[in-house]
């Protein structure tokens, strides 16, 4: 089985700052791209960034110069250092990623549990 834990949520003033983590556990062949979704109450959940194995790194507009996207091959894991919080970035975030179990041919798309980000005015 393959598994997404993700850690580091929590309540911060406007202006701050928190890093999310995630961990990616399991038989695990290979990861493509891993990245972090969110979503607000009542809104649908919408993407925050990606990264490539390769390191190619897409971000959402309303996060672009505040938030950093990376990741660590080697312990499967996948960060999001964001800064500037504003209380619109208040959210369940989510990590997300493509792996490949071992033995399997085709990879498909896992997601964490969630944890809670809310960023008071």
Do not use: H
Request: hydrophobic content about 30%; some cysteine.
């Amino acid at each position: 089985q393959v598994q997404l834990v993700e850690s580091g949520g929590g309540l911060v003033q406007a202006g701050g700052s928190l890093r999310l983590s995630c961990a990616a556990s399991g038989r695990i062949g290979s990861i493509n791209t891993m990245g972090w979704y969110r979503q607000a109450p009542g809104k649908q959940r919408e993407l925050v960034a990606t990264i490539t194995s390769g390191g190619s790194i897409n971000y959402a507009d309303s996060v672009k110069g505040r938030f950093t996207i990376s990741r660590d091959n080697a312990e499967n894991a996948v960060y999001v250092q964001m800064n500037s919080l504003k209380p619109e970035d208040t959210a369940v975030y989510y990590c997300n990623a493509d792996i490949r179990r071992s033995g399997v041919p085709a990879p498909r798309p896992y997601w964490g549990q969630g944890t809670q980000v809310t960023v008071s005015s």
